[in-house]
């Protein structure tokens, strides 16, 4: 069966058919005229009458070399997913990568110039992420900023015609930054989303005793002794960030997707991407 991405901020829209509703559907797509005549919720969709720009702006920083498959693998597997829907659709389709450092944010393809499936896929197949910070290493002004409010300057500093924006990263950035980032590619008239990913040992981390926990984007390390209670702890600090990740792009109009780097492309397509209506 053939899908199409949803439809965005200042698309020219016209419907698409109706489906059942599922938990997490916006209300004002239901067709209350059907549920009267019914007495069951269905969704009206819509789709673009006109082609559409998509960008894909994937974090690739050293943190992302985590999980099993990697966050990495995982969002190489997500740009490609969202890559070939977009083009079989006729909508046009960029992807920047980003590490933090300047020099090394990638775009593909190149403004002006058109690359098919096969392209875009050697493309991600050749990008790596950044390798790790290190004590004997020289902190450049653009770690001190921020990867992800880096990589936002260096997006709209190419002009880049205005359409869906869709961030693939673990967000592991300080949420000030994550805020200032959003904000700006908002305000230029991008709707932007999130697909946030973690691995699952970061999602529930087994952990005891004695713990040397060291960052793998800043030259920092700290001690720590885990009680009985850090599970608990760690759980309400992740999902406190996770929600304001969640809550910074919804509230500017985004959507906002956790998946972790373990969960199998069809099930994101079918059971998450299609009921919240990122792709029809």
């Known amino acids: 069966e053939g899908h199409r991405l949803g439809a965005y901020k200042g698309g020219q829209l016209e419907f698409h058919g109706h489906r059942s509703y599922v938990p997490g559907d916006e209300l004002r797509y239901i067709d209350w005229n059907s549920f009267a005549r019914l007495g069951r919720p269905y969704i009206k969709e819509f ?120 961030a693939i990263s673990d967000f592991w950035q300080d949420e000030s930054e994550i805020v200032a980032a959003v904000s700006r590619l908002s305000s230029a008239g991008f709707d932007a989303s999130a697909i946030h990913i973690l691995a699952t040992e970061e999602l529930a981390p087994e952990v005891s005793g004695e713990l040397l926990a060291r960052s793998l984007e800043e030259v920092s390390e700290v001690e720590l002794s885990v009680s009985g209670d850090f599970a608990c702890r760690y759980a309400a600090e992740l999902e406190a960030h996770r929600r304001t990740v969640e809550e910074t792009f919804k509230k500017r109009g985004g959507n906002y997707l956790l998946e972790r780097s373990d969960t199998s492309i069809e099930h994101v397509l079918i059971a998450t991407l299609r009921q919240r209506r990122w792709v029809i």
Request: proline share 5%; glycine share 8%; hydrophobic share 50%.
């Open 47 to 166: 789709a673009r009458e006109e082609a559409g720009v998509l960008h894909l702006l994937l974090a690739a920083t050293p943190s992302m070399a985590l999980g099993t498959p990697s966050k990495w693998t995982f969002a190489r597997r997500l740009a490609a997913l969202f890559t070939h829907v977009a083009l079989a659709s006729k909508d046009v389709v960029f992807v920047y990568v980003f590490r933090g450092d300047s020099g090394k944010f990638e775009q593909f393809p190149a403004r002006g110039a058109k690359g098919g499936i096969r392209e875009f896929l050697a493309f991600l197949a050749q990008c790596a992420v950044a390798q790790p910070v290190t004590g004997d290493r020289v902190a450049r002004p653009e770690l001190v900023v921020g990867a992800l409010d880096f990589a936002a300057s260096q997006f709209l500093r190419r002009h880049p015609s205005r359409g869906r924006l869709i």
